[in-house]
């Protein structure tokens, strides 16, 4: 099955860094989605991606579809305490629009 | 817009009952509905696919007579864990799409529910 690698697992950040983490898949994807989630919620959506190519913004947050559509990246640019969450990436795969999901990464924000 | 909610946010149960969790697209017509199920640090694993008035799409390895997943309106579905044991206990997250075949593929979440087995 396709297989989505995000990276890194984690990250311990100070409040007002930059962020940056991406995604990659074994095969191409036509839409990518990026969503926070924090503890004891349900993943909330960041970004949707449909082109390859385009770079969308939402806030301080920037996401990017890789021109292969193999890949995505997610900046979140002068972090604050209330980024802490695990951000998934995700992306359609096979057929009824099922989502693959990434392991995640762990943001954590020191004030 | 967008906005899905899911009963109960938790419930506790003793082993051998069944429980039943309801999801629901409160501002958009959801025409399929996903089901998943997080362990502690992990990602979110789909276990089925339902559409609206047929039947659900398990996963592999995910027992349809054990999760029973009902999608009777373009709303709601509800999925009921049968005869729960405690490895059962888990959060599960429902998702919907608005979109018909051929549209976008966006989901939107649900909140969850903790589901605990004692």
């Known amino acids: 099955g396709q297989q989505l690698n995000q990276s890194p697992q984690s990250m311990f950040i100070q409040e007002g860094e930059d962020v940056s983490m991406n995604c990659t898949s074994s095969?191409?994807?036509?839409?990518w989605l990026w969503y926070k989630q924090e503890p004891g919620e349900g993943p909330v959506l960041l970004i949707a991606?449909?082109?390859?190519?385009e770079l969308t913004s939402n806030g301080r947050l920037t996401a990017q579809f890789g021109i292969t559509r193999k890949d995505s990246f997610l900046n979140i640019s002068a972090s604050i305490p209330s980024d802490v969450g695990i951000y998934f990436c995700?992306?359609?795969?096979?057929?009824?629009?099922?989502?693959?999901f990434g392991k995640g990464t762990l943001l954590t924000v020191n004030p | 817009g967008a906005v899905v909610s899911q009963h109960p946010s938790w419930v506790i149960c003793k082993s051998g009952t069944s429980v039943k969790i309801e999801c629901r697209s409160l501002?958009?017509?959801?025409?399929?509905m996903f089901w998943y199920r997080q362990f502690p640090k992990q990602s979110l694993m789909l276990m089925a696919t339902?559409?609206?008035?047929?039947?659900?799409?398990?996963e592999q390895g995910v027992e349809k007579d054990k999760f029973l997943i009902n999608h009777a309106s373009l709303t709601l579905s509800t999925l009921t864990v049968t005869s729960a044991h405690p490895e059962d206990s888990s959060f599960y997250i429902c998702?919907?799409?608005?979109?018909?075949?051929?549209?976008?593929?966006?989901?939107?979440f649900g909140p969850g529910t903790r589901l605990t087995v004692l």
């Open positions: 095969s191409i994807f036509n839409t």
């Open positions: 995700a992306g359609p795969g096979g057929s009824n629009y099922k989502l693959t």
């Open positions: 501002d958009f017509q959801a025409t399929t």
């Open positions: 991606l449909y082109k390859a190519g």
């Open positions: 339902s559409n609206e008035g047929s039947k659900a799409t398990y």
């Open positions: 998702s919907a799409s608005e979109d018909l075949i051929g549209g976008t593929d966006t989901q939107y």
